[in-house]
T-cell receptor
């Protein structure tokens, strides 16, 4: 099945650094979501974006819905140890109960 | 407020066997979707149920089937298990009547095929 392209695949950063990751698609999505997954758990929703060009924040996290509707970006400012995990983008053609198409994931590791 | 719950948490089966996984949606949700997450990959959509019928289906063979009960809980059945069916199976729920409600996930069932 289709998977969205996420980059980078993995990141090794020091505590306090800012993080940027992105997600691209060959087709248009009208809803973009960002989830975080930790070992042994299911994905947890971080941010939902519903409008092209939209910039939305959730604490230290900021996500943007690309103007072309084929990409999205996630930034984490001043990283802390609990930010460790795998970050997935997901797109929906519309919203709500439609199926999610997930990205390949970005694994974030924080070096002490 | 209970979130999405799945059972069992882990399961080991052998090739050719059949398996049933269970999901209870978050309170207030009526729509259940199932996803397969292979190791190192993002989740892949299997199918979705609401009003006790399959509404959408991803690119999975007929060996994968499901059911939704009147209380909105759901089962995923997989027949004639293959080694490649080893994965984390995730259930997500939402409300058909709340388009602004993103899907919420359970912690999944880890299925291992020997």
């Amino acid at each position: 099945g289709q998977q969205l392209n996420q980059s980078p695949q993995s990141m090794f950063i020091q505590e306090g650094e800012d993080v940027s990751m992105n997600c691209t698609s060959s087709s248009i999505f009208n809803t973009w979501l960002w989830y975080k997954q930790e070992p042994g758990e299911g994905p947890v929703l971080l941010i939902a974006l519903y409008k092209a060009g939209e910039l939305t924040s959730n604490g230290r996290l900021t996500a943007q819905f690309g103007i072309t509707r084929k990409d999205s970006f996630l930034n984490i400012s001043a990283s802390i140890p609990s930010d460790v995990g795998i970050y997935f983008c997901a797109g929906q053609v519309n919203f709500g109960n439609e199926k999610l198409t997930f990205g390949t994931g970005t694994r974030l590791t924080i070096i002490p | 407020d209970a979130g999405v719950t799945q059972s069992p948490t882990h399961l080991i089966k052998t090739r050719g066997q059949q398996v049933t996984l269970r999901c209870s949606p978050k309170s207030g949700h009526d729509t259940v979707s199932w996803y397969q997450q292979a190791l190192g990959q993002g989740p892949q959509f299997i199918f979705q149920y609401y009003e006790e019928e399959e509404r959408q289906r991803g690119n999975f063979p007929d060996r994968f089937s499901g059911h939704q009960f009147p209380n909105y809980s759901s089962e995923l059945n997989v027949n004639a298990l293959l080694l490649g069916d080893s994965a984390l199976y995730l259930c997500a729920s939402t409300s058909k009547y709340r388009a602004d409600q993103p899907q919420h996930f359970g912690d999944g069932t880890r299925l291992s095929i020997l």
